[in-house]
Structures are given as structure tokens and as C-alpha cells.
């Protein structure tokens, strides 16, 4: 690896730990270079999405509690965050097909595991 890339890859770093929150967790995909941050902030989850090959973040607050009062299914979450994605330009285009692998409930047993 040369200098530059060096450079390049020390900056995806430091974009993606630079997320204001009090706890951080990852989830890596294997065969797409994205992450999931879940933090816990005031008391709401959030939902980060960081795609490490461009060394950007994304964040849709979303809380797991009020989606599952309301019954909201992964594929509406999905729907939601698409429609935020559109509404803020951000750039993440194919992102959302692997978020449907995690589903609420597994999402929510991840949190229960953290003491969230």
C-alpha cells in the first residue's frame, strides 16, 4: 500500500469513529463494505450507516420501542429510511437490501445483550 492510500484509508477511519455517541457498536457485512452503528442517544437508537469504502456516515434516528408499539415491520423501517435517504440526497444507494437481514426482533435481542 503506498502513502496515498494510507492517507485515504486513515481518513475512512477517523470519518467513521467520529460519530457523537455515548454507545457505539458495529456490524460488519461481509459482502458489501457497509457497517451498522447502533448507539443509544437521550434515550432514542439510532441507526448509523457507514460505508467504509467511501469514509462517510449516515444517521436516521429510529426507535426500535416505538416501532414495535406501532408493529412496524423491517420493510417498512426499510421504506422509512429510504425515504429519508431521498429527502437528504445522501448518496447510499443499495445499502437498504442488507438491512433487511436484521430483523426488529433480532435487532432488539442484540440491544437486550448491551443492557441497552
Known amino acids: 500500500m503506498n502513502n496515498a ?8 477511519r477517523r470519518l467513521l469513529w467520529t460519530v ?4 457505539l457498536w458495529l456490524w460488519h457485512h461481509a459482502r458489501k463494505f457497509y457497517s451498522i452503528f447502533l448507539s443509544r442517544d437521550r434515550n432514542q437508537l439510532k441507526i ?21 408499539k406501532n408493529g412496524l415491520s423491517e420493510m417498512q423501517i426499510e421504506s ?6 431521498n429527502q437528504q440526497r445522501t448518496g447510499i444507494k443499495t445499502f437498504y437490501r442488507n438491512f433487511a437481514t436484521y430483523t426488529l426482533a433480532e435487532l432488539s435481542v442484540e440491544f ?3 443492557g441497552v
Do not use: H, M
Open 48 to 68: 448509523f450507516f457507514a460505508d467504509v469504502t467511501r469514509g462517510f456516515f449516515d444517521a436516521f434516528p429510529i426507535s426500535l420501542s416505538t416501532a414495535e
Open 112 to 114: 437486550e445483550k448491551r
Open 5 to 12: 492510500s494510507n492517507k485515504k484509508v486513515a481518513r475512512r
Open 20 to 23: 457523537p455517541s455515548q454507545e
Open 80 to 85: 422509512e429510511l429510504k425515504r429519508k435517504q
